[in-house]
């Protein structure tokens, strides 16, 4: 859990490594996508990356206290990303090769099912599941679409739906 973690090192690749992401302070809404420390703190308390830049998550107080409370340093990158986590006093180490949802290698690719969920969570505040869901059905299949209006019409939508 969250609250038995005391380290975190990571060892994240070299654009991860600049001044934005190390000397980033949090002084801006435009700031929060940029923090290593912020994003590993939501991920350690299971917030969905759709949900990571939400007002209530950034204020949220466990997110601020795991920030402060963590001890984090990002060593220089590797040809792989291993990261190392300190909790009740044994380290987990973990090597990630290629970041899910790359290209290649082949077997690192999202599914189609994974990326109609991440779609319909990344929608989920505007458009109802239902929708998205058809929204996803239908650009799944694009070659069988008779008028690519058909798709304009169903992503088009007002605050009221």
Known sequence: ????????????????????????????????????????????????????????VKQDPRIKAFMQRIKFSVMPGEAESPIEVVAKGKDFRAVVPHVKGSWTPEEVRMTDKELVNKFTDNVSRVLHRDKANQIAEVTLKLEDLENMAQLMEMLSFSQSE
């Open 1 to 56: 859990t969250p609250e038995q973690i005391d380290e975190i090192k990571a060892y994240p690749p070299s654009i991860a490594q600049s001044r934005m992401w190390r000397e980033n302070t949090l002084r801006s809404p435009d700031d929060y996508p940029f923090n290593l420390l912020y994003l590993l703190s939501c991920a350690a308390y299971q917030i969905r990356p759709a949900h990571w830049h939400d007002v209530d």
